[in-house]
DNA sequence: TCTTTAATTAACCACAAGGTTTATTATTGG
DNA sequence: CCAATAATAAACCTTGTGGTTAATTAAAGA
């Protein structure tokens, strides 16, 4: 995998199971426990995706006696969304009203 | 690597080539050797990162004697912007005049 | 038909991803 | 101190990724 912090980014984010990590952390702290309870996959499975978000800095971890909350470290998203913002002109509807006015104007300014 | 759209969408985007290629297609149609020759990377490499992306859907790719063109079909980043948006009110400030606002209203009206 | 150009396929390599089971470490609490 | 609980580390397996070079296919055009 490449070292780029959107290449991390992206990268933790292209399995379902971490996704489904983070929408739990969404609701609040939870031990690695808590986060492989609803999963059909063993502690050692879960506990590495939590390394693999640690490391992309999508989740923080701290320390209460012998557990390891991790919790939602979501600002490391803005890159990802802002990244994939600068191509929503190329398909989203809601960009074609200004697309036709900026049409509209230079037509009517510049009509060499 | 999952098999789910959004797992293979955020696949393709987690390798810096690939994100660099879908720039060039933002600028219009490119054959594999215009997409191959900014990077010092083999043909076959980039032919490659073009059939990951093609899986994905993020690009398409048409035939003209024996060119290649590929275009960005940029609308499956649609559900990948979709899904960061469920968190952006983790991180972006621009929520929190709507969360202050919700606060207020609650306070105001449910004070008990 | 033969050559040239465009692109992919094949075969290979090193290494990372995602999973397993077993063993260890860390910490609490009787 | 010892047992129980929480979590990670170690060792291993299979498969995918990202790259290479060499060979092959596809089409155009002299």
């Known amino acids: 995998m490449a070292t780029d912090q959107l290449s991390r980014t992206f990268a933790a984010l292209s399995d379902p199971t971490r996704r489904a990590i983070l929408a739990m952390l969404s609701q609040g702290e939870a031990t690695v426990n808590d986060i492989a309870a609803p999963f059909e996959m063993s502690l050692p499975a879960i506990s590495k995706h939590l390394q693999v ?14 557990w390891r909350p991790a919790r939602l470290n979501a600002v490391t998203l803005a890159p990802a ?3 994939i913002d600068g191509y929503r002109r190329f398909w989203d509807r809601s960009f074609d009203a200004l697309d036709d006015q900026l049409t509209s104007e230079e037509k009517g300014t510049t009509n060499d």
Not at 55 to 60: E, F, G, K, P
């Open 53 to 66: 978000l640690e490391r992309a800095a999508l989740i923080s971890r701290g320390r209460d006696a012998q």
């Open 81 to 83: 969304a802002d990244w």
